[in-house]
């Protein structure tokens, strides 16, 4: 890996009109759409029936395993369906409009780290900035060694988001009540936050807020994109390095994104787990972008309804920002617990673009915040005998893409790049999930 010498070099435009604008909570949806697998680990279970009536905040899918996490009803109604979902299954609840809490939501009982990091646990927060890693996970490396520096993400360095913007403006107060939590059960001693410089307002307002903290630094970065990568952003923040195969928390350093420590430090507060959050709702097919506050499993349509509706046929919606973001194919598809922007593109701008052969030109390379070579992926992805591919691959240190498509952006060719490395990281995780369990097979032997 070759981060020191090529960091973060891909200058995009910002395109953040919303950043000024104060988020609006929209009304509730006549029903939301829970899928079980709103996080990185294994699927929720539902604990619910048909026909059963819910409230906000109630507990309605259980987490199944460490990095799981639990689902609650984000409006007060009637459980319509627990219907299939992709590869999991997803709980409809039609709203009553009523948005009455349910009774059971109680700032928890807090007095030491393991009921703090149950309380986590329990809130249901996951990474917001896109991760969707379970929160509690994370902060429970502290068992294993001390979390000396807590790296606070606020860089949003994404196109059009300005989500996290707004939470830093908005919620400050929250973010000064995260951080004194994790300094009394994680025992941290070091916070900075790290935001880029096209930031301003969330820069004066955390300055403000932590004036006469010395524990926390607020450190401007760069607008150059992928500054909120975790590789990228230790190194530009801390100036240290995560090697393949190490984890982050073995440097007693973890990376938490600023939303996700607001929304921790509410459910202390206010024992309300995650239900809603702020998103930016931008695009060329969008009548009037905005920030919205909405609750989880609402559906595109009715946030685009609520916003002021679209100014032309759209071509291509995606959750997240335009370089990392995911595409969805239906207005309908319910707003899931990392979605942190809807963005919709007019179909004049969504149009396929046409690859064609590499003229190997090496910008890909040159362009890799980590040094990698997604060109060696690429060809390794044409070798047929498979344990050859794996062995390439696995030299290339393929698992370390990030994904964060700055090599498909620069490329002249227009190669699909991102996609193929995705397609080789599952290659490579499939098959050492096969040779390990082989190994652990034959060692059984
Ligand atoms: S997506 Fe491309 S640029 Fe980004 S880390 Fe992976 S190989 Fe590097
Ligand atoms: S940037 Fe595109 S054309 Fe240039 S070497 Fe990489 S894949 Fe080939």
């Not at 309605?60 to 996490?69: C, P, V």
Request: charged residues 25%; contains cysteine.
């Amino acid at each position: 890996m070759n981060l020191k010498k090529n960091i973060s070099i891909l200058k995009l435009p910002h395109l953040k009109k919303t950043a000024g604008m104060n988020s609006v909570r929209i009304s509730p949806p006549k029903e939301v759409l829970l899928p079980m697998n709103m996080h990185s680990g294994q699927a929720a279970v539902p604990i619910v029936a048909e026909g059963e009536h819910v409230r906000v905040g109630q507990l309605i899918a259980r987490e199944e395993g460490r990095n799981s996490s639990p689902v609650h009803a984000t409006v007060s109604g009637v459980v319509k369906a627990i219907e299939p979902f992709g590869p999991t299954v997803a709980i409809r609840i039609e709203s009553d409009g009523k948005m009455e809490k349910d009774p059971g939501v109680v700032p928890p009982e807090v007095h030491d780290l393991d009921e703090f990091l149950q309380a986590v646990r329990d809130s249901g927060i996951v990474g917001l900035g896109g991760a969707a890693f379970p929160l509690w996970a994370k902060l429970d490396a502290v068992r294993r060694s001390p979390i000396k520096t807590v790296l606070i993400n606020g860089a949003e360095c994404e196109p059009f988001i300005t989500s996290d913007n707004r939470t830093m403006i908005e919620h400050s107060d929250l973010i000064v009540k995260g951080v004194a939590l994790l300094k009394k059960y994680l025992l941290s001693e070091e916070f900075i936050i790290g935001i880029e410089r096209n930031k301003p307002d969330a820069i004066a307002e955390m300055n403000r807020v932590f004036a006469d903290d010395p524990s926390v630094t607020v450190k401007p970065l760069k607008s150059v994109y992928p500054q909120g990568a975790k590789q990228v952003l230790l190194y530009n923040a801390t100036g240290k390095v995560v090697g393949p195969g190490q984890r982050l928390a073995s440097l007693g350093v973890i990376i938490i994104n600023v939303t996700s420590l607001a929304k921790m430090a509410e459910f202390m507060e206010t024992g309300m787990p995650l239900v809603d959050k702020c998103l930016t709702l931008e695009g060329s097919a969008v009548k009037e972008p905005k920030n919205l506050v909405v609750p989880i499993g609402t559906p595109v349509s009715h946030i685009v309804e609520q916003a002021g509706g679209l100014c032309c046929e759209p071509g291509k919606l995606i959750f997240g920002g335009p370089m990392m973001g995911h595409t969805r194919e239906s207005m309908d598809s319910p707003i899931i617990k990392a979605t942190n922007a809807v963005i919709i593109f007019s179909e004049k701008d969504s149009q396929p673009v046409k690859s064609t052969a590499c003229i190997h030109c090496g910008r890909c390379v040159a362009n890799c915040p980590l040094g990698l070579n997604p060109t060696a992926f690429a060809r390794a992805m044409e070798i047929d005998d498979q344990e050859e591919r794996y062995a390439v691959l696995d030299k290339e240190n393929v698992m370390l893409c990030m994904e964060c498509g700055s090599c498909s952006y620069v490329c002249p060719a227009r190669r699909p790049l991102v996609d193929t490395n995705k397609d080789a990281k599952r290659f490579v995780k499939k098959t050492k999930a096969a040779k390990d369990a082989m190994e652990k097979k034959e060692g059984g032997n």
